[in-house]
């Protein structure tokens, strides 16, 4: 396991249409998240699961956007009706529970651009 | 609302050059502060300050928490072009589960 893997790395799509990030997490951490990060700003939180459940989601995660981890290992985010405001690097990282935040770890991000 | 502020936002320094990055938190049951380097992609992990005072040292980089003042310094001495990236501080706040709370990030370009 070499680390969090996300994919695509980059996705293009027109407005409207919807769109499906992976994100394949540490195998032994049982906490992952998903950020976004647009240009010139830091990362911001949109969800969190521990093991399957999805425990905490920020106000930033409109209806349009929906997050599942089905078996407790991988995950995926899906925007609808994707708009233009939704272009953004979407981040995911994955941690162990008792691991503190050292064990925090990020994956490469997949970079979402609607046009 | 918990926020954390990064100063300056971009910086542009010669190699060899010492630079100071600044990060002030408003956290709520504030926890930990974290420092990240970011070059075009994943945020890849540099420092965890838990405490006030107690210097953390990796190569040339160093950081310090200073609790009652609520910032962290960030210190690159003898910067070279590698140094180059966004530099990133987040604070975790206690009742949260383990998000972080981003600044905005420091831009610095090390110029040969």
């Known amino acids: 396991d070499t680390g969090v893997s996300q994919d695509p790395r980059h996705k293009i799509t027109k407005r409207g249409q919807n769109v499906t990030f992976r994100c394949d997490p540490i195998s032994e951490h049982n906490r992952l998240y998903w950020y976004r990060q647009t240009l010139g700003q830091g990362p911001e939180f949109l969800t969190y699961f521990q093991n399957e459940a999805q425990l905490e989601k920020s106000r930033l995660l409109s209806d349009r956007f929906s997050a599942e981890r089905p078996k407790g290992s991988f995950s995926t985010l899906e925007i609808q009706r994707t708009e233009q405001g939704d272009s953004a690097m979407y981040l995911c990282a994955s941690s162990l529970l008792g691991g503190g935040n050292m064990s925090y770890t990020f994956g490469s991000g997949t970079r979402l651009t609607v046009v | 609302e918990d926020k954390v502020v990064q100063s300056p936002l971009s910086l542009v320094v010669h190699e060899g050059d010492t630079v100071t990055l600044n990060c002030s938190y408003e956290v709520t049951n504030f926890r930990s502060l974290l420092w990240y380097k970011q070059e075009k992609k994943a945020p890849t992990f540099l420092f965890m300050l838990?405490?006030?005072?107690i210097e953390k040292k990796s190569g040339r980089l160093s950081s310090i928490l200073d609790k009652k003042e609520l910032f962290s310094i960030l210190n690159i001495t003898a910067t070279q072009t590698g140094d180059s990236a966004v530099y990133l501080c987040?604070?975790?706040?206690?009742?949260?589960?383990?998000?972080?709370?981003f600044g905005k990030g420091t831009k610095l370009s090390v110029k040969p």
């Open positions: 987040a604070a975790v706040a206690g009742g949260s589960q383990g998000n972080l709370i």
């Open positions: 838990t405490s006030s005072g």
